[in-house]
């Protein structure tokens, strides 16, 4: 099932995500309803506060960054209850995007090198470290279960220039090929 997702503005987004236990309902119903709306929206990375879930869960499958890096391809992974224990290295820039912001993209500036610990679908326990489009991917989807959003990291500047078309997006006044919750939008009003 192709889940709604929430748009900028969504309360839920600027929540700091709960920890699962292995009792959490129907969770691989859940994971595969991610994949599913990632697919269909055509994302790499899926946080469960995007389908409007304060839990600590994400997708991400980094195939179509083949051409930045060709481990990007066949990169699908479940981070449930992630820890970036640490990250690293000189700061470098990549155009990034959200399925909670449409049409909106800026270059954000993140450390290379991540040390991640986290489970699998499986409950399997990882202690990982990764770079680049897969620590990046990471990083943006991490950010979402504390709260944090890309446009957060713009420049002062970029942010003013940014605000109308973050209100739009919290009012639904936006061409988007997917379905969203839009925080701001009036009910009976077209
Ligand atoms: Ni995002």
């Given at each position: 099932?192709?889940?709604?997702?929430?748009?900028?503005g969504h309360?839920i987004?600027?929540?700091?995500?709960?920890?699962i236990?292995?009792?959490y309902?129907?969770?691989?119903?859940?994971i595969?309803?991610?994949?599913?709306?990632?697919?269909?929206?055509?994302?790499?990375?899926?946080?469960?506060?995007?389908?409007?879930?304060?839990i600590r869960?994400l997708?991400?499958?980094?195939?179509p960054?083949?051409k930045?890096?060709p481990?990007a391809?066949?990169?699908k992974?479940?981070l449930?209850?992630?820890?970036?224990?640490n990250?690293?290295?000189?700061?470098?820039?990549?155009?990034e995007?959200c399925?909670?912001?449409p049409?909106?993209?800026e270059?954000?500036m993140?450390?290379?090198?991540?040390h991640?610990?986290y489970?699998?679908?499986?409950w399997?326990f990882f202690?990982?470290?990764?770079?680049?489009?897969?620590?990046?991917i990471?990083?943006?989807?991490?950010d979402h279960?504390?709260?944090?959003?890309?446009?957060?990291?713009?420049?002062?500047?970029?942010k003013v220039?940014?605000?109308?078309k973050?209100?739009?997006?919290?009012?639904?006044?936006?061409?988007v090929d997917?379905k969203?919750i839009f925080?701001?939008?009036?009910k009976?009003k077209?």
């Amino acid at each position: 099932m192709i889940l709604p997702i929430t748009a900028f503005g969504h309360p839920i987004l600027r929540k700091v995500a709960k920890s699962i236990d292995k009792n959490y309902p129907n969770l691989n119903g859940l994971i595969s309803d991610m994949f599913e709306t990632m697919y269909a929206t055509s994302g790499v990375g899926l946080a469960a506060p995007q389908v409007n879930l304060s839990i600590r869960l994400l997708v991400m499958d980094a195939t179509p960054y083949a051409k930045e890096d060709p481990q990007a391809v066949g990169f699908k992974k479940v981070l449930i209850n992630p820890v970036i224990i640490n990250q690293e290295g000189d700061e470098w820039m990549f155009n990034e995007g959200c399925l909670s912001i449409p049409d909106v993209r800026e270059d954000i500036m993140r450390k290379p090198k991540i040390h991640i610990q986290y489970y699998n679908e499986n409950w399997e326990f990882f202690d990982e470290e990764y770079t680049s489009v897969m620590a990046r991917i990471i990083q943006h989807e991490y950010d979402h279960l504390e709260g944090i959003l890309f446009v957060d990291k713009v420049s002062n500047l970029r942010k003013v220039l940014l605000k109308r078309k973050l209100l739009d997006i919290s009012k639904g006044n936006i061409e988007v090929d997917y379905k969203m919750i839009f925080p701001l939008k009036k009910k009976n009003k077209r």
